[in-house]
T-cell receptor, first 113, second 108 residues
């Protein structure tokens, strides 16, 4: 158990509304990641963070922003949700000395109508 | 072109069978390689890392062929509990690339 929680676990929203997903870790690890998982695509990296206020873009960052004001929290924001952002979102962390290994949270299922 | 390609399956095998999954990756500069397991509607979990020399963990054996850019996973003596989707993962610096996964169902 990597001590990662995500909230909400499920969300239904309407096109055009802002949505924020939260990832919380209890182990104070430096590296945190946001992925989305869609059929036919596997998991794709949206953004990642390597420390407080240090973030960078991943493969599919358009339409998403992130913030990390505390080590334990990594927020993913959809500024104006679109139906193409309907997906399952996973947060992940890497542990020191195991930077290449990722541990995932339970996921958030988002439906944009 | 996808960074990581896997045969999606599904693979349906009887208990006790041996099954092999393959994965290819496109970037020869890729640094690290992994197999993850994902149960239905759950998060991915690390199964094992993959090393050039090959590595084994109980009934699971992983192989890496850098020249062919090919990764494999062999499961011996399949158990019902092995039923899951197996994800091939490649690391390039701060980026991780996941295959779409191979579905395995072990049948009694």
């Amino acid at each position: 158990d990597a001590g990662i929680t995500q909230s909400p676990r499920h969300k239904v929203t309407e096109t055009g509304t802002p949505v924020t997903l939260r990832c919380h870790q209890t182990e104070n690890h430096r590296y945190m990641y946001w992925y989305r998982q869609d059929p036919g695509h596997g998991l794709r990296l949206i953004h990642y963070s390597y420390g407080v206020k240090d973030t960078d873009k991943g493969e599919v960052s358009d339409g998403y922003s992130v913030s990390r004001s505390k080590t334990e929290d990594f927020l993913l924001t959809l500024e104006s949700a679109t139906s193409s952002q309907t997906s399952v979102y996973f947060c992940a962390i890497s542990r020191p000395g195991q930077r290449e290994t990722q541990y995932f949270g339970p996921g958030t299922r988002l439906l944009v109508l | 072109r996808k960074e990581v390609e896997q045969d999606p399956g599904p693979f349906n095998v009887p208990e006790g069978a041996t099954v092999a999954f393959n994965c290819t990756y496109s970037n020869s500069a890729s640094q690290s390689f992994f197999w993850y397991r994902q149960d239905c509607r759950k998060e991915p979990k690390l199964l094992m890392s993959v090393y050039s020399s090959g590595n084994e963990d109980g009934r699971f054996t992983a192989q890496l062929n850098r020249a062919s850019q090919y990764i494999s996973l062999l499961i011996r003596d399949s158990k019902l509990s092995d039923s899951a989707t197996y994800l091939c993962v490649v690391n390039e610096g701060n980026q991780f690339y996941f295959g779409t996964g191979t579905s395995l169902t072990v049948i009694p």
